[in-house]
């Protein structure tokens, strides 16, 4: 199952006044390269976070966006700094006597102060984290069907690039097979033009034969060529990420078709290079954006 490296998935969960919400973006890349971001409160959870993507994800560039509200009074507790309050009042009483002016001092003031009030969470790490990965993992899940779904695509363009040239491999092998019958026509029609007579030496036409034979043959390429596309072939119909494999095999196609390329004396064969090489580079840019 062939799978796009682009795709995106949501998934939101609120529970117990807890609110969550996770985003995961992915793009085409080399290799896999996860980045979170994720609120301070939760970052023990990053590398839990990465570790489960990647178990499910082999390749691309993913972002992942969480966000995180608690409202709920749960594991909340408001702790008051008495020492620091204390120096708050000491000094405002020495500021009162030495200025002679009223040092009623109200608690409610005192409480605005900095650092005198702090609320303190003392969340439950294993609840919250049961939570995040469950929302966690449905967001991966969204985002594997739209890989998948794109993927399919892609998978269903490249069948119709392969076929085409297979086809082509095929008209070119038909040609080659019988370039070496018309090189001998034509050389002894060439031969009894220059020599103005019928006799011809046929061992000599023999040893032209197989120097022509030797230098233009291209059974090995074709060979290699039908291998590669039964190789791509498998590769499509599996079910694991074969994003590389792929782009080796058309790297290996397209030297073996610059090979014939090299070899041809025909026309004909050269038109048929120029459009399997236009079919691979078509397929070498959609194997970028598979995983």
Do not use: W
């Not at 199952?1 to 890349?29: A, D, F, P």
């Not at 080659?176 to 031969?191: D, F, G, H, N, Q």
């Not at 791509?232 to 610059?258: W, Y």
Request: proline share 1%.
């Amino acid at each position: 199952m062939i799978k796009s490296m682009t795709g995106y998935g949501k998934s939101n969960l609120s529970i117990n006044e807890r609110s969550y919400q996770i985003e995961i973006k992915g793009v085409n890349h080399r290799y896999l390269d996860i980045s979170v971001k994720i609120p301070k409160q939760l970052s023990y959870l990053e590398e839990i976070v990465k570790k489960e993507i990647i178990s499910k994800i082999k390749r691309g560039k993913i972002d992942v966006t969480i966000t995180f509200e608690n409202n709920s009074k749960e594991g909340k507790n408001i702790k008051i700094n008495t020492e620091i309050a204390k120096m708050y009042i000491n000094e405002l009483k020495k500021l009162a006597q030495e200025e002679n002016i009223s040092s009623n001092i109200e608690v409610t003031e005192i409480s605005k102060f900095p650092d005198v009030l702090s609320i303190q969470n003392t969340e439950d790490e294993e609840t919250i984290k049961k939570e995040i990965l469950e929302v966690l993992e449905n967001a991966i899940n969204n985002l594997i069907k739209m890989r998948i779904i794109e993927g399919s695509k892609i998978c269903e363009d490249l069948k119709q690039r392969i076929s085409k040239i297979e086809k082509e491999i095929q008209k070119i092998s038909s040609i080659s097979t019988r370039l070496i019958e018309e090189y001998v026509v034509k050389l002894e029609a060439r031969i009894k033009e220059i020599t103005k007579t019928e006799e011809i030496d046929k061992s000599r036409i023999a040893q032209e034969v197989v120097i022509y034979a030797d230098k233009s043959s291209i059974e090995e390429e074709l060979t290699r060529l039908k291998s590669h596309i039964m190789q791509c072939k498998n590769l499509l119909n599996s079910t694991e990420p074969v994003g590389k494999k792929l782009d080796f095999i058309i790297q290996e196609m397209n030297r073996e078709t610059n090979t014939i390329g090299s070899k041809s004396y025909s026309l004909e064969i050269t038109n048929g290079v120029i459009e399997i090489k236009t079919e691979l580079e078509n397929i070498r840019e959609q194997i970028q954006n598979i995983e």
